[in-house]
C-alpha cells in the first residue's frame, strides 16, 4: 500500500476506535506545506466539532491508539488539532524503487470503486460545434479518463439535442429551399443556414411559423418522410461531431440523444400529474415550489423587485409538446434502471445551474427511494470570454467553429515548432504541431478553476514558457533526450538504489509521491485544474533538480542511476498526467 494510503488507513482505524460511530471516509490525509510535513489531516476537528468535543483532546486521544512509525517520524498535533505526518525517507526510497520497478506510479485503484454516468460534450443536432462545446468536452474527458485511472467503473453517455422544435423549421427548410451542393459540401453549414433564413422567416411571418408548426406536428406523430428527413439530419450532424471526437481522441460508451427517451416522455408527466408533483397552468405542465426550501435557496422562485414569485420547471407545452426537463427526468430514470449507478455527473455549463437544480429536486420528489440512492452532481463551468473581455467570437462576431479553432492551433504551433527546431522533417513537425496544439487547446481550458470565465489567448496557450502545455510537453520531450544520450538506455533503472541526498532530489521525489493524493483530489471535487498545477508543479521541481543536480555527468555510477531513474519517472508521471487530461506527448519537440 501507498504511503498515504496506508496512514489513512490507520488513522481511521484509531477513529474508530475513539468514536465508534463515526463516518471515517472522510478522515484523509492531503499534501501540505513542507514547512509542517509531508501530509495532514484536518478531519479530526470536523468530528470534533460536530460532537461538541475538544478538537486537541481527540487529536491527542486518537494519535495514542495510531501507530504509523514504520513509514512516519513522530505524528505533530498542531493548532487546533491538525495532525502532521513527516514521512521517513526510507520509506520514500521503498515507494520510489517500487515505482521504477513498475509496480505502482503513485496512485492505487480505489478498494470502493463506483458505477458513475458523466454525461458531457452533448452537442446539438444540424449546429456546428462551436468553441464552447471544448469546455463540456475537455472537462469531462478529464473527469472520466481520471476516475477510470483510479479504477471507478464509468459510463460516458453523450446526450446529444437531437429533438425539439429547432426540427419544424429544419425540415421545411430542407423541403423548400435546401441546396443541394452546398449540403454535399459542408452538411452542417448547409443545415445552419436553413435554420437561420426559415427561423428570421418565421419571426416576420405568422403563416411560415404556421407551417413550420405543422412540419414539427407531422414528425412527432411519426410521418414517415419527416422522420427520415430528421433521421438524415442526425447522421449528418453525427459524421462532423465523430471527426472532431477522433481528433480530440474523445470516446463514449453511448451516445443516447435526446429523442431515445421520446417513448417514456408522456408516462413522466402523467406520472407527476398523478403525484400531485407536476399541475396544469395556462394549458402547460409544470412542476413548483413545494415550499420546503427558503425563497433564497428555491430554484422554483425567482425575486422580482421584492417580490417571490414562482418560476415553475414546464414538463409539457401548451401544444402538447414536452421540454427539456421532461427528456432530463426520462434519462435519469433510464440510468438508473439500466446501470444502477452511484452517481450522474453532468458537465454542462453553469447557464444551465437552475435547470439541474430544478432537476435533481423533482427527481428526488418523484422517485424518493431510488433518489436516495443515487448522487446527481452538475458540474458546472464559466465561459470562454475575447480580450475585449465580451463571450470570444471571431472578428466579424459569429461564433468560432470548433473544428477551425483546432486548425488555427495546430498552424501557429506548427510556426513554432518549426523556428525551434527546424532540423527535423517536415512531416514529423506536422506531428509535434498537431499535439502540441490540440494539447495547448485543451490545457488552456483545464487550467482555470472550471467556475470561472476565462479568456481565451492563443499568444499564452502556446508560449513555452508558464504554465501551458507546450512548456509540459517540453519538459517531457527534454528528459525523453536524456535518455536518448545514453549509450544503452534500458540498462540503468532495473534495479536502482536511490539516493536522495540533495534537497532539490528530496523535493521532487516527494512531489512525485503526491501524484496519486492529486488523481484523488481531482476526482472527488471534479476538478482536473488539480492535476494542470501539479504538473505545472512537477516541471518546475524537475528543473531545479535537473539545475542543481548533474545527471549524466554525475560524479559516481551509483549517483547517476539514481538520477537517471528520478528522470525516468517524472517522464512517467508527466505522460501518465498529460494523458489522463487528453493530452497526448511527443518524444521530440
Ligand atoms: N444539448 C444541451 C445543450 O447544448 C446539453 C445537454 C446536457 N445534458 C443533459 N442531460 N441535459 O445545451
Given at each position: 500500500?501507498?504511503p498515504?494510503?496506508?496512514?489513512?488507513?490507520?488513522?481511521?482505524?484509531?477513529?474508530?476506535?475513539?468514536?465508534?460511530?463515526?463516518?471515517?471516509?472522510?478522515?484523509?490525509?492531503?499534501?501540505?506545506?513542507?514547512?509542517?510535513?509531508?501530509y495532514?489531516?484536518?478531519?479530526?476537528?470536523?468530528?470534533a466539532?460536530?460532537?461538541?468535543?475538544?478538537?486537541?483532546?481527540?487529536?491527542t486521544?486518537?494519535?495514542?491508539?495510531?501507530?504509523?512509525?514504520e513509514?512516519?517520524?513522530?505524528?505533530?498535533?498542531?493548532?487546533?488539532?491538525?495532525?502532521?505526518?513527516?514521512?521517513?525517507?526510507?520509506?520514500l526510497?521503498?515507494?520510489?524503487?517500487?515505482?521504477?520497478?513498475?509496480?505502482?506510479?503513485?496512485f492505487?485503484?480505489l478498494s470502493?470503486?463506483?458505477?458513475?454516468i458523466?454525461?458531457?460534450?452533448?452537442?446539438n443536432?444540424?449546429k456546428?460545434?462551436?468553441?464552447?462545446?471544448?469546455?463540456?468536452?475537455?472537462?469531462?474527458d478529464?473527469?472520466?479518463?481520471?476516475?477510470r485511472?483510479?479504477?471507478?467503473?464509468?459510463i460516458?453517455?453523450?446526450?446529444?439535442?437531437?429533438?425539439?422544435?429547432?426540427?419544424?423549421?429544419?425540415?421545411?427548410?430542407?423541403?423548400?429551399?435546401?441546396?443541394?451542393a452546398?449540403?454535399?459540401?459542408?452538411?452542417?453549414a448547409e443545415l445552419?443556414?436553413l435554420?437561420?433564413?426559415?427561423?428570421?422567416?418565421?419571426?416576420?411571418?405568422?403563416?411560415?411559423?404556421?407551417?413550420?408548426k405543422?412540419e414539427l406536428?407531422?414528425?412527432?406523430s411519426?410521418?414517415?418522410?419527416?422522420?427520415a428527413?430528421?433521421?438524415?439530419?442526425?447522421?449528418?450532424?453525427?459524421?462532423?461531431?465523430?471527426e472532431i471526437y477522433?481528433?480530440?481522441?474523445?470516446?463514449?460508451?453511448?451516445?443516447?440523444?435526446?429523442?431515445?427517451y421520446?417513448?417514456?416522455?408522456?408516462?413522466?408527466?402523467?406520472d407527476?400529474l398523478?403525484?400531485?408533483?407536476?399541475?396544469?397552468?395556462?394549458?402547460?405542465?409544470?412542476?413548483?415550489?413545494?415550499g420546503?426550501?427558503?425563497?433564497?435557496?428555491?430554484?422554483f422562485l425567482?425575486?422580482?423587485?421584492?417580490?417571490?414569485?414562482?418560476?415553475?420547471?414546464l414538463?409539457?407545452?401548451?401544444?402538447g409538446?414536452?421540454?427539456?426537463?421532461?427528456?432530463?427526468?426520462?434519462?435519469i430514470?433510464?440510468?438508473?434502471?439500466?446501470?444502477?449507478?452511484?452517481?450522474?455527473?453532468?458537465v454542462?455549463?453553469?447557464?444551465?445551474?437552475?435547470?439541474?437544480k430544478?432537476?435533481?429536486?423533482?427527481?428526488?420528489?418523484?422517485q424518493t427511494?431510488?433518489?436516495?440512492?443515487?448522487?446527481?452532481?452538475?458540474?458546472?463551468?464559466?465561459?470562454?470570454?475575447?480580450?475585449?473581455?465580451?463571450?470570444?467570437?471571431?472578428?466579424?462576431?459569429?461564433?468560432?467553429?470548433?473544428g477551425?479553432l483546432?486548425?488555427?492551433?495546430?498552424e501557429?504551433?506548427?510556426?513554432?515548432?518549426?523556428e525551434?527546431?527546424?532540423?527535423?522533417?517536415?512531416a514529423?513537425?506536422?506531428?509535434?504541431?498537431?499535439?502540441?496544439?490540440?494539447?495547448?487547446v485543451?490545457?488552456?481550458?483545464?487550467l482555470?478553476?472550471?467556475?470561472?470565465?476565462?479568456?481565451?489567448?492563443?499568444d499564452?496557450?502556446?508560449?513555452?514558457?508558464?504554465?501551458?502545455?507546450?512548456?509540459?510537453?517540453?519538459a517531457?520531450?527534454?528528459?525523453?533526450s536524456?535518455f536518448?544520450?545514453l549509450?544503452?538506455?534500458?540498462?540503468?533503472?532495473q534495479?536502482?538504489d536511490?539516493?536522495l541526498?540533495a534537497?532539490?532530489?528530496?523535493?521532487l521525489?516527494?512531489?512525485?509521491?503526491?501524484?496519486?493524493?492529486?488523481?484523488?483530489?481531482?476526482?472527488?471535487?471534479?476538478?482536473?485544474?488539480?492535476l494542470?498545477n501539479y504538473l505545472f508543479e512537477?516541471?518546475?521541481?524537475?528543473?531545479?533538480f535537473?539545475?542543481?543536480c548533474?545527471?549524466?555527468?554525475a560524479?559516481?555510477?551509483a549517483?547517476?542511476?539514481?538520477?537517471?531513474?528520478?528522470c525516468?519517472?517524472?517522464?512517467?508521471v508527466?505522460?501518465?498526467?498529460?494523458?489522463?487530461?487528453g493530452?497526448?506527448?511527443?518524444?521530440?519537440?
Amino acid at each position: 500500500m501507498l504511503p498515504h494510503k496506508q496512514i489513512e488507513s490507520k488513522l481511521q482505524t484509531a477513529v474508530r476506535e475513539i468514536l465508534p460511530d463515526a463516518d471515517t471516509s472522510v478522515v484523509l490525509v492531503r499534501p501540505c506545506d513542507p514547512k509542517f510535513g509531508d501530509y495532514q489531516s484536518n478531519a479530526l476537528m470536523s468530528l470534533a466539532k460536530t460532537r461538541k468535543l475538544n478538537p486537541r483532546q481527540l487529536a491527542t486521544d486518537v494519535v495514542a491508539k495510531l501507530d504509523v512509525s514504520e513509514v512516519c517520524e513522530k505524528v505533530e498535533i498542531a493548532g487546533a488539532g491538525f495532525l502532521n505526518f513527516r514521512l521517513k525517507n526510507s520509506e520514500l526510497k521503498k515507494t520510489l524503487e517500487s515505482a521504477v520497478r513498475g509496480e505502482h506510479l503513485f496512485f492505487e485503484k480505489l478498494s470502493q470503486p463506483k458505477t458513475i454516468i458523466i454525461d458531457f460534450s452533448s452537442p446539438n443536432v444540424a449546429k456546428p460545434m462551436h468553441v464552447g462545446h471544448i469546455r463540456s468536452t475537455g472537462i469531462g474527458d478529464a473527469l472520466q479518463r481520471t476516475l477510470r485511472l483510479l479504477g471507478h467503473h464509468v459510463i460516458t453517455d453523450n446526450h446529444i439535442g437531437d429533438w425539439g422544435t429547432q426540427f419544424g423549421k429544419l425540415l421545411l427548410g430542407w423541403k423548400t429551399i435546401l441546396n443541394r451542393a452546398e449540403l454535399e459540401r459542408d452538411a452542417i453549414a448547409e443545415l445552419e443556414r436553413l435554420y437561420k433564413i426559415i427561423n428570421a422567416e418565421c419571426d416576420a411571418n405568422p403563416a411560415r411559423l404556421e407551417q413550420a408548426k405543422q412540419e414539427l406536428v407531422k414528425l412527432q406523430s411519426g410521418d414517415h418522410d419527416n422522420l427520415a428527413l430528421w433521421g438524415e439530419m442526425v447522421r449528418l450532424s453525427n459524421i462532423q461531431f465523430r471527426e472532431i471526437y477522433n481528433r480530440l481522441g474523445v470516446k463514449f460508451d453511448c451516445t443516447l440523444g435526446e429523442s431515445f427517451y421520446n417513448p417514456w416522455l408522456g408516462e413522466v408527466v402523467s406520472d407527476l400529474l398523478t403525484k400531485k408533483i407536476a399541475r396544469e397552468s395556462e394549458g402547460a405542465v409544470g412542476v413548483f415550489s413545494d415550499g420546503s426550501l427558503p425563497p433564497k435557496e428555491d430554484p422554483f422562485l425567482v425575486n422580482r423587485d421584492g417580490e417571490w414569485i414562482a418560476d415553475p420547471a414546464l414538463v409539457r407545452k401548451s401544444d402538447g409538446g414536452f421540454n427539456y426537463t421532461t427528456t432530463d427526468l426520462a434519462t435519469i430514470d433510464y440510468r438508473l434502471k439500466t446501470w444502477s449507478p452511484d452517481e450522474i455527473v453532468y458537465v454542462v455549463d453553469d447557464r444551465q445551474s437552475p435547470h439541474f437544480k430544478k432537476l435533481f429536486l423533482i427527481f428526488a420528489r418523484w422517485q424518493t427511494d431510488a433518489a436516495k440512492k443515487v448522487k446527481l452532481v452538475h458540474v458546472g463551468f464559466g465561459k470562454i470570454m475575447g480580450d475585449d473581455g465580451k463571450p470570444f467570437k471571431t472578428r466579424s462576431g459569429d461564433t468560432v467553429k470548433l473544428g477551425e479553432l483546432l486548425d488555427e492551433a495546430e498552424e501557429r504551433a506548427y510556426k513554432i515548432v518549426s523556428e525551434k527546431s527546424s532540423e527535423l522533417p517536415e512531416a514529423q513537425r506536422k506531428e509535434i504541431a498537431r499535439v502540441v496544439g490540440l494539447g495547448a487547446v485543451k490545457y488552456a481550458d483545464l487550467l482555470p478553476n472550471r467556475q470561472s470565465d476565462y479568456i481565451f489567448s492563443w499568444d499564452k496557450m502556446l508560449a513555452l514558457q508558464g504554465n501551458t502545455a507546450p512548456y509540459l510537453l517540453y519538459a517531457y520531450a527534454r528528459i525523453k533526450s536524456i535518455f536518448r544520450k545514453l549509450e544503452n538506455p534500458e540498462s540503468r533503472i532495473q534495479n536502482p538504489d536511490l539516493n536522495l541526498a540533495a534537497p532539490e532530489e528530496l523535493t521532487l521525489a516527494k512531489h512525485l509521491l503526491n501524484f496519486g493524493i492529486t488523481l484523488e483530489a481531482v476526482a472527488e471535487e471534479f476538478r482536473p485544474n488539480y492535476l494542470c498545477n501539479y504538473l505545472f508543479e512537477l516541471a518546475g521541481k524537475f528543473t531545479s533538480f535537473y539545475e542543481n543536480c548533474p545527471v549524466l555527468k554525475a560524479e559516481d555510477e551509483a549517483t547517476r542511476n539514481s538520477r537517471l531513474a528520478l528522470c525516468d519517472l517524472t517522464a512517467r508521471v508527466l505522460q501518465q498526467g498529460l494523458a489522463t487530461l487528453g493530452i497526448e506527448t511527443a518524444e521530440k519537440m
